[in-house]
């Protein structure tokens, strides 16, 4: 069974950077995209940042430019580079895998991982 589990989150002051990583448990066949999704206190769970299966990223606007998402397919996971880190960047982070299956799309979720952003 797949599973997917975060780590890196933390606390960490404003202006700082942390690094985000999900990995895959199995092997997940015909992946569309990987994506970082956060949620933060009586929020709406919002996109972050994705990648393709061709390498093409995309980002939430209010991080565009601080932060970088990358994959490694040889070691199953994805990442997330946050840089210039600001308290409104405060959420629990989940790692997310798209796949498409014969069945229809297929959608892996992480636990989350908290990160604290303080002033």
């Known amino acids: 069974q797949v599973q997917l589990v975060e780590s890196g989150g933390g606390l960490v002051q404003a202006g700082g950077s942390l690094s985000l990583s999900c990995a895959a448990s199995g092997v997940i066949f015909n992946i569309n995209s990987m994506g970082w999704y956060r949620q933060a206190p009586g929020k709406q769970r919002e996109l972050v940042a994705t990648?393709?299966?061709?390498?093409?990223?995309n980002y939430v606007e209010s991080v565009e430019g601080r932060f970088t998402i990358s994959r490694d397919d040889a070691k199953h996971t994805v990442s997330l580079q946050m840089n210039s880190l600001k308290p409104a960047d405060t959420a629990v982070y989940y790692c997310n895998v798209r796949a498409v299956q014969v069945s229809g799309v297929r959608e892996f979720w992480g636990h989350g991982t908290p990160v604290t952003v303080s002033s």
């Open positions: 990648i393709t299966n061709g390498g093409s990223t």
